[in-house]
């Protein structure tokens, strides 16, 4: 028997209807907002990401997915959002639009990474972009829509994490430092890490391996070095969430795990299950890197696998899927023919109609009505197809009514 890869994860209609509500609750939040929905590729020329997310990232070197098609290119599957948005934003001249543009999507990402909870190499991630503002005040929008977002499916014990990874300017001077403290000890570190010594050494304050975490104990803070410039722009994210009530916790470890970040990151962190569950940050130079004029950003993503995982966990309510409204059962080959006609009928009206499509026995067809749920039902034979009238029962107080076979009828009792 062939199954799934290692990594994925069928979603059955017994469970997708969790997941159409999560989405929908996360599109009216998103579209409350101002953001509208954006699609791009699932694959991309591996340059992009390469020079996008960074080539020293753990994403870039260790876990894209990436092959040659049939004219000798490299293709990379989509591992991340934000590169793709900011291509598809340089390339349909979409910098012309009223400024800043807000966009949000929900796709399916792809990553070789190890499997474990909450983490899968395929996985689906909504995210939010707002591009063409570098004011502090869209830091601020984004991290308090994402904090509605947390609060919208009830999930506890989460806590938002801030910090300021500066620019260009004040990071250089932070790096030197970096370079001084770990450089003492670099022999003692991985291979990934020492690869990344002289290219990128915040990378390395990213290592998740137990010994490389150990030797960063101690590290300068980046917050200390800090110009001008990206200290204000912190300091009035900080006062701003505190006018919005909006508890945080400096947290100076964050660097985030992709290179385009600068300035502001965050992390909504599930103490309760260990994990992040939403994260993001401001990218200024994502969109200049790309072949685009210098536009500032930030934007968020967060892993709808998690996000369905601890919503059914803690919910408050419960997520239905839907039920029919109505079964149309049927005796003799006539009643069928007017059963099929009805439930046609009915379905181009709004009404969620099932009938047998399996020749199955009465008993059986009305055994199967009430496994699915169904609201009502209607039985007909040929006596109520001549006569146009039939008996409604209601499946939940199994009261019966007597009615007009015609639809009009039908939609006014099975309400």
């Known amino acids: 028997m062939i199954q799934k890869p290692k990594g994925t994860k069928d979603i059955l209609p017994g469970d997708s209807y969790k997941w159409q509500y999560v989405e929908e609750k996360a599109k009216e939040i998103l579209e409350n907002y101002g953001f509208k929905e954006i699609r791009v590729p699932v694959f991309e020329q591996t340059e992009l990401f390469e020079r996008g997310v960074g080539d020293t990232t753990d994403v870039v070197q260790k876990e894209m997915y990436t092959f040659l098609d049939k004219g000798e290119r490299s293709i990379t599957l989509r591992p991340e ?80 994490n801030i910090n300021s990874i500066g620019c260009p300017t004040c990071r250089a001077k932070y790096q030197e430092a970096l370079k001084e403290f770990i450089g003492k000890n670099l022999d003692q570190y991985c291979d990934t890490c020492k690869t990344r010594f002289e290219k990128n050494p915040m990378r390395i304050l990213d290592c998740k391996e137990r010994k490389c975490k150990e030797l960063n104990q101690g590290a300068p803070v980046i917050l200390d070095y800090l110009c001008e410039e990206c200290s204000t722009h912190f300091e009035n994210v900080k006062k701003s969430l505190q ?3 909006i508890p945080y916790v400096i947290d100076a470890g964050i660097v985030r795990g992709l290179d385009y970040y600068t300035k502001t990151v965050f992390e909504f962190v599930s103490e309760t299950e ?16 790309l072949g685009g004029q210098k536009t500032e950003a930030i934007g968020f993503a967060m892993g709808e696998d998690r996000l369905i995982d601890i919503f059914e966990k803690y919910a408050k309510e419960e997520i239905k899927d839907t039920t029919p409204d109505l079964y149309i059962a049927y005796i003799g080959e006539i009643a069928k023919q007017e059963s099929m006609n009805l439930a046609f009928e009915l379905r181009n009206r709004g009404i969620y109609v099932e009938t047998d499509i399996c020749g199955r026995s009465m008993k059986a067809s009305l055994k199967y009505a009430d496994k699915m749920n169904c ?19 209601d499946m939940k107080t199994g009261e019966e009514k007597e009615i007009k076979l015609d639809i009009e009828s039908i939609i006014e009792n099975a309400k």
Do not use: C, H
């Open 81 to 160: 959002g934000t590169a793709g948005v900011v291509r598809a934003y340089i390339e349909n001249g979409m910098a012309s639009l009223p400024s800043p543009i807000k966009m949000w999507y929900m796709m399916p990402m792809y990553r070789y990474e190890n499997v474990q909870k909450g983490r899968y190499r395929e996985f689906r991630q909504i995210g939010a972009e707002i591009i063409g503002t570098a004011s502090y005040e869209a830091d601020v929008e984004l991290i308090a829509m994402a904090n509605e977002t947390i609060k919208k499916f009830n999930i506890p014990g989460v806590t938002l």
């Open 243 to 245: 006018f919005l009530n």
């Open 274 to 289: 260990g994990y992040t569950v939403l994260a993001g940050g401001r990218y200024d130079g994502l969109v200049e890197e």
């Open 375 to 393: 609201r009502y039902l209607l039985v007909i034979g040929e006596e109520e197809v001549n006569t146009k009238q039939a008996k409604l029962k």
